[in-house]
Nanobody
Framework: QVQLVESGGGLVQPGGSLRLSCAAV????????MGWYRQAPGKQRELVAV???????NYADSVKGRFTVSRDSARNTVYLQLNSLKPEDTAVYYC??????????WGQGTQVTVSS
């Protein structure tokens, strides 16, 4: 059973920073992409950032220049550095792993709250 272990969420003031991490454990398949999605109250889950095995990245327009996704392939771990946070970044952030067959696996979610 694949397990995605997330950490790093919390409460931060506008303009602050956080770093999320997600480790994929007990994986018996080749990981293709790792990344992050988020879901705010009353809204659909949306892509934040993903990174492929080759290191290619894709970001939501709303986070470009503020968030950075990276991965440690040897440890099957993906990170999301969140800088210049805004109240509209408040959401539950979900780690996502996709294998080479297109199957998706999700973490349990970690809350990020941006508020003064």
């Amino acid at each position: 059973q694949v397990q995605l272990v997330e950490s790093g969420g919390g409460l931060v003031q506008p303009g602050g920073s956080l770093r999320l991490s997600c480790a994929a454990v007990r994986t018996f398949f080749s990981i293709y992409t790792m990344g992050w999605y988020r879901q705010a109250p009353g809204k659909q889950r949306e892509l934040v950032a993903v990174i492929t095995t080759a290191g290619s990245t894709n970001y939501a327009d709303s986070v470009k220049g503020r968030f950075t996704v990276s991965r440690d392939s040897a440890r099957n771990t993906v990170y999301l550095q969140l800088n210049s946070l805004k109240p509209e970044d408040t959401a539950v952030y979900y780690c996502n792993v996709q294998n080479c067959n297109g199957q998706n696996y999700w973490g349990q979610g970690t809350q990020v709250t941006v508020s003064s």
